[in-house]
């Protein structure tokens, strides 16, 4: 079993940058892919951005490529979302999952808030 963690939310205004970090426990944080996802009030959760396990494949929605970066530091168990020129409609509930693979989680967080003012 995984427990994931995620930190690093906040209120920014547009155009600003923000750092996702997900703590991972257990020691086979390296055999799952891993999962960004996120939640807007009224909508349903949608995919942000995947990562393999050993972080050399990633997939990014539409909606956010070529402005998020996802990415992984397996010896310490933490997967990364470095989000640079956010929008206002990236406010949301970011949350981090594991799974055997990109498309198929299992174990999600808590989630992290993110709001973009305008």
């Known amino acids: 079993q995984v427990q994931l963690v995620e930190s690093g939310g906040g209120l920014v205004q547009a155009g600003g940058s923000l750092r996702l970090s997900c703590a991972a426990s257990?020691?086979?944080?390296?055999?799952?892919?891993m999962g960004w996802f996120r939640q807007a009030p009224g909508k349903e959760r949608e995919f942000v951005a995947a990562i393999s396990r050993s972080g050399g494949n990633t997939y990014y929605a539409d909606s956010v490529k070529g402005r998020f970066t996802i990415s992984r530091d397996n010896a310490k168990n933490t997967l990364y979302l470095q989000m640079n020129s956010l929008k206002p409609e990236d406010t949301a509930v970011y949350y981090c999952?594991?799974?055997?693979?990109?498309?198929?989680?299992?174990?999600w967080g808590q989630g992290t808030q993110v709001t973009v003012s305008s």
């Open positions: 257990g020691r086979t944080f390296s055999t799952y892919a």
């Open positions: 999952a594991a799974g055997v693979t990109w498309y198929d989680y299992t174990y």
